[in-house]
T-cell receptor, first 110, second 115 residues
Framework: GQQLNQSPQSMFIQEGEDVSMNCTSSSIFNTWLWYKQDPGEGPVLLIALYKAGELTSNGRLTAQFGITRKDSFLNISASIPSDVGIYFCAGQWTGNQFYFGTGTSLTVIP | GAGVSQSPRYKVAKRGQDVALRCDPISGHVSLFWYQQALGQGPEFLTYFQNEAQLDKSGLPSDRFFAERPEGSVSTLKIQRTQQEDSAVYLC?????????????FGPGTRLLVL
């Protein structure tokens, strides 16, 4: 199946630092989503984006739907230890399928 | 509990065995999805149900994979004659909407290891 490319693959940051990660696709999407997955758990939705150029915040998280509709980024400000986990982007064109990215593993050093 | 539950949480099978993985979606949720997540990868779509109807099974990797949701609530993913490449986490998600919107709630997954 189709996979979206996420970068970086992993990040090690100090607590309090800001984080930026992005996701690119060769195909355009109508919806972009960002999820966080903790070990042994399923992904949890963080932010959903529905329109090209849209910028949406959820607390310390901000995500943007790229104007080309082929990319999206997620920023986390003032990271805290509980931000540790794997972050996935996902895109939807039409229909029932969401295509997930390869994931960015985030480690926050206290 | 109010969330999606899956059982078993862990399953070890010998190559060639059949396995059945269960998903209990959130009560009243119309849509149910199954995903396969290989180690170090993102989830990949397997199949989608709207109530008891399997509307999309295009992601099932082979005819050894079969899913059902006979009464529109609990779903079972069955894998026949398991192979080592079937080793993965199998995630179930449910949604209250009829369309595949973003508000999918995921279960914790079943980790399958085929020896």
């Amino acid at each position: 199946g189709q996979q979206l490319n996420q970068s970086p693959q992993s990040m090690f940051i100090q607590e309090g630092e800001d984080v930026s990660m992005n996701c690119t696709s060769s195909s355009i999407f109508n919806t972009w989503l960002w999820y966080k997955q903790d070990p042994g758990e399923g992904p949890v939705l963080l932010i959903a984006l529905y329109k090209a150029g849209e910028l949406t915040s959820n607390g310390r998280l901000t995500a943007q739907f790229g104007i080309t509709r082929k990319d999206s980024f997620l920023n986390i400000s003032a990271s805290i230890p509980s931000d540790v986990g794997i972050y996935f982007c996902a895109g939807q064109w039409t229909g029932n399928q969401f295509y997930f990215g390869t994931g960015t593993s985030l480690t926050v050093i206290p | 509990g109010a969330g999606v539950s899956q059982s078993p949480r862990y399953k070890v099978a010998k190559r060639g065995q059949d396995v059945a993985l269960r998903c209990d979606p959130i009560s009243g949720h119309v849509s149910l999805f199954w995903y396969q997540q290989a180690l170090g990868q993102g989830p990949e779509f397997l199949t989608y149900f709207q109530n008891e109807a399997q509307l999309d099974k295009s992601g099932l990797p082979s005819d050894r994979f079969f899913a059902e949701r006979p009464e529109g609530s609990v779903s079972t993913l069955k894998i026949q004659r398991t192979q080592q490449e079937d080793s993965a986490v199998y995630l179930c998600a449910s949604s209250s909407t009829r369309l595949a919107g973003p508000t999918q709630y995921f279960g914790p997954g079943t980790r399958l290891l085929v020896l």
